[in-house]
């Protein structure tokens, strides 16, 4: 499995996915996609090891899922993204792909609040149960206290 | 003196020694410890650190009494006594010098390993009493673990009685005054590795603390204790280590037997206990702390047999000896 | 969290066992910094347990959407404060990379050197409180301890002679580094090399030949390769399972194509396979750092002027995922640049953080007892993985 072999792989099999890069190769896809995308470069890419995900706020733009996973046998790695779309905070989960997003979304939920569907454990992992708010959020406000500030 | 007076100020006598020997020698321990690791230990309390025993006393004596809302009161408050007494007891038939003790029963040995192992009843009752799961884990391991050891502890140490032919303790010493039993062939060697493993572990030192198991039950069966209390589960923790090794001296060490006059007996014996002491705590000092299942593996599967097998062992050699071999 | 407090009785369940619920931690002798694991326990064995994090969270996140490229790097230090070199090495590479600064060789190599000394301090920490949570604080275990922590002690009067602290660094700054060695501490450090291989020799045998160490470390919480993947745990956590990954050697950064070392793997993924690729480290880590110091080319310290204000630097608008491999793993640093003196936004891929999720999955059917042996030799530094 090469770089180019892997992006023309892509290319044939998500056609609606944007491909940059090669190293990694930063895939741009439809929420559809997200968890069959993330088999396929399980499976087919054998990028087995699940390295981190988060997300990114773009303001009005909404968020941003974004995950990366990587082949330690051929040095392939994948950068997959997602836009969620303005107003948005819903989005599969890949915890029955990779069990290492457990953690990472219930992360990504915690600080930005995005919702995953499927994640069979979803709850705060970082902050108190009763905390309000996600502060990844642009719109969480840094300098003024907020009602738990403790 | 009035004869029915000297039964008591015998044990009066003997349980401020006692006491008076059990604080230093914590600070034995420390100063051993600490030299085991590079370091200095207790040093500024008096001159290299001699009045460390009396500060840490009288620091437990100051400190609150903190008894746990939930707790059992009376289980609870019994419990430093009631693991105290045996260990304060196994002392009453240890004779110090020929003639010098409080009672030399006949049963001896027997009535050491007997009382030695009722302090498990202490040990329970203050791990069920604190009404916490660290000390309850720790009370369950406890029992698991003394009823273990203490079969291949006698055994051990019926090794010696067998070949002095006494459960008299004093007697036993007598049959030493020629050749100590741990220099006895192959037998008393193997014995003494034995007595002092099982020793090791039915005093719960470690490498087989696993009751009080800080880094998993964080202080185990005495984690609710404080002050006095503490002060008293402590002081018979160390009381039952030093009658151990005063019974290993005893058993395989030759007691009183040395160069010298014979008031340097007592001294003598306090050495040798004291090295059996050093051992046990250079045990502690230098291995991990074992499992429980590997601990209670142990002692069934190996100790146990080995033991019973030395000691069939040791009674045929007897025998033959006695019917006029060698 | 949402597990409400754990049941202050013995619970008998259906199937007729008795199940206790048992917190260990937050404040307890081996929690490692603050964690709390809710165990639930059939006797002895853990048949359950859930891991709660987080008493540690500052939101290094946000904090680092706040401040500019030349004030965070020292701050990325308290992220891992065991080997606080690490994370300020993945936060100026990231904005390196998108930068384009050139880093002198000088500077590369000097990096190296901070981070494999890094390294030898971070794994000495591991192995004394590893051993301390086999052995009690009150037993063998502090004796390694004891011993650990007086050699850690001479790689941190190196590092003071050469930052000027001893935990907290900020020697990286984008660009290069913050200071030039001092006079005589290449000898030092050479000495300083030499004790330390020879001590690491002596815990070796002192371990290894000890068959109460081998029961308790072999054959005890097992990750496999697949788990360990699928996890996304590095480090010599994957490299006990059996994956010779090393990013050092998989994607060089910082001249590490300079250097000759080799990278360890043990196949049985247990803890004693974890011991042994860390007790190579300990050597290759050594030899890193005399190679470097061999080699040490002249020249300047930083491709960058010194720093006048604090929004000096400005990094062009771009993305990207830089990575080293700490002492715990991979620690990557997820960067999004805006044109700006201070990130879009910051993630960091804490290697702790990935390593101790694998508690869950191979805890349970282990003993009360091997859940701290387990978890001590996963090494997480709670600062990593709250962040």
């Known amino acids: 499995m090469t770089r180019e072999h892997a992006a023309t792989l892509i290319g044939e099999r998500f056609g609606d996915a944007q491909v940059e890069g090669e190293h990694p190769l930063v895939v741009t896809l439809p929420v559809g996609g997200w968890v069959s995308f993330a088999q396929f470069a399980k499976d087919t890419l054998g990028c087995r090891f699940f390295a981190f995900s988060t997300a990114v706020d773009w303001k009005e733009q909404g968020l941003e899922v974004v995950a990366r996973v990587d082949n330690l046998d051929d040095r392939v790695a994948v950068l997959m993204k997602t836009r969620l779309g303005a107003g948005v905070s819903e989005c599969p989960s890949l915890t029955p792909v990779y069990r290492g997003a457990d953690w990472m979304e219930r992360e990504c939920y915690d600080l930005f609040g995005i919702r995953f569907d499927g994640h069979p454990d979803l709850r705060r992992i970082l902050l108190s149960d009763d905390w309000e708010g996600h502060p990844l959020l642009k719109s969480y406000a840094v300098d003024t206290p907020h009602p738990p500030y403790r | 003196m009035p004869e029915w007076l000297i039964p008591f100020v015998a044990s009066f006598i003997v349980l401020n020694v006692v006491i008076g020997i059990v604080t230093y020698v914590t600070l034995l321990e420390r100063k051993f410890a600490a030299r085991m690791q590079s370091r200095v230990g207790p040093y500024r309390v008096g001159p290299h650190g001699l009045l460390q025993p009396i500060a840490d006393a009288v620091k437990l004596m100051m400190k609150e009494d903190v008894v746990p809302t939930a707790a059992d009161r009376p289980v609870y408050n019994l419990a430093p006594v009631v693991f105290l007494l045996p260990c304060m007891l196994i002392f009453a038939t240890i004779p110090f010098a020929p003639g010098l003790g409080v009672a030399d029963l006949n049963i001896g040995v027997l009535f050491f390993l007997a009382v030695s192992s009722m302090e498990i009843v202490g040990l329970f009752m203050a791990g069920w009493g604190s009404n916490n799961k660290y000390a309850l884990l720790s009370a369950m391991r406890a029992v698991n673990q003394v009823i273990s050891y203490d079969l291949p502890f006698i055994f051990s140490a019926l090794v010696p009685v067998l070949l002095a032919g006494s459960l008299r303790l004093s007697e036993i010493a007598g049959a030493q005054q020629g050749l100590w039993f741990v220099f006895y062939p192959v037998i008393g060697q193997l014995a003494f590795v034995a007595f002092i493993v099982s020793t090791v572990a039915a005093e719960n030192r470690a490498p087989f603390d696993i009751l009080e198991a800080e880094s998993e039950l964080v202080a185990g069966f005495r984690v609710e204790y404080s002050g006095m209390k503490f002060a008293l589960i402590q002081l018979g923790e160390y009381a039952h280590i030093l009658g151990a090794s005063f019974l290993g001296a005893l058993l395989f060490l030759g007691a009183w037997a040395g160069p010298g006059p014979d008031w340097m007996g007592p001294i003598w014996f306090l050495v040798k206990a004291m090295l059996v002491f050093l051992l046990v705590t250079w045990v502690r000092w230098s291995f991990v702390r074992i499992r429980v299942d590997q601990i209670l593996a142990l002692s069934w599967k190996a100790l146990l047999p080995a033991t019973l097998l030395l000691l069939v062992l040791t009674s045929i050699v007897v025998v033959w000896r006695t019917n006029g071999g060698a | ?387």
């Open chain 3, 1 to 387: 969290m949402s597990v409400a407090a754990p049941a202050s009785r013995v619970e008998i369940d259906y199937a007729g066992g008795e199940r206790l619920t048992m917190n260990m931690g937050p404040q307890h002798p081996s929690a490692h910094g603050v964690f709390r694991a809710i165990l639930t326990l059939e006797g002895e064995t853990v048949v359950g347990l859930d891991a709660v994090i987080g008493y540690l969270h500052r939101c290094h996140e946000k904090l680092a959407e706040t401040l500019t490229y030349a004030q965070y790097p020292s701050i990325a230090s308290k992220t891992d404060y065991v080997a606080a070199m690490t994370s300020e090495f993945a936060y100026v590479l990231a904005a390196e990379r998108i930068g384009k600064i050139e880093v002198p060789r000088r500077a590369q190599y000097l990096r190296v050197i901070a981070a494999e000394l890094q390294r030898v301090a971070s794994h000495l920490l591991w192995l004394g409180t590893w051993c301390m949570d086999m052995g009690g604080a009150l037993g063998g275990g502090a004796t390694i301890f004891l011993y650990c922590i007086r050699e850690r002690e001479l790689i941190l009067d190196l590092f003071e002679s050469l930052v000027g602290a001893r935990l907290l660094y900020g020697f990286y700054q984008v660009g290069g580094v913050r200071y030039d060695l001092p006079a005589g501490w290449a000898q030092t450090c050479r000495q300083t090399l030499d004790v330390i291989e020879q001590r690491i020799g002596e815990y070796e045998r002192m371990l290894e030949d000890n068959p109460f160490f081998l029961a308790r470390a072999q054959g005890v919480g097992v990750i496999s390769r697949e788990l360990a993947e699928d996890l996304g745990i590095a480090g010599p956590l994957l490299r006990g399972s059996g994956v010779a990954y090393d990013l050092r050697r998989a994607e060089p950064y910082s001249s590490y194509e300079d250097f000759e070392f080799p990278v360890p793997v043990e196949s049985s993924g247990d803890c004693f396979a974890r011991y042994r690729v860390r007790m190579a480290e300990f050597r290759q880590a050594l030899s890193i750092v005399r190679q470097a110091l061999d080699g040490l080319p002249e020249g300047p310290i930083s491709s960058r002027p010194g720093l006048k204000s604090v929004a000096q630097i400005r990094i062009p608008k771009g993305e990207t995922y830089a990575r080293v491999e700490g002492a715990r793993g991979e620690v990557g640093c997820y960067l999004l640049a805006d044109g700006s003196a201070k990130p879009y936004r910051m993630k960091w891929r804490g290697a702790s953080f990935s390593n101790l999720a694998v508690l869950p999955h191979i805890i349970p059917g282990h003993k009360v007892a091997d859940v701290v042996a387990i978890m001590g030799s996963v090494d997480p530094v709670f600062g990593e993985v709250d962040r």
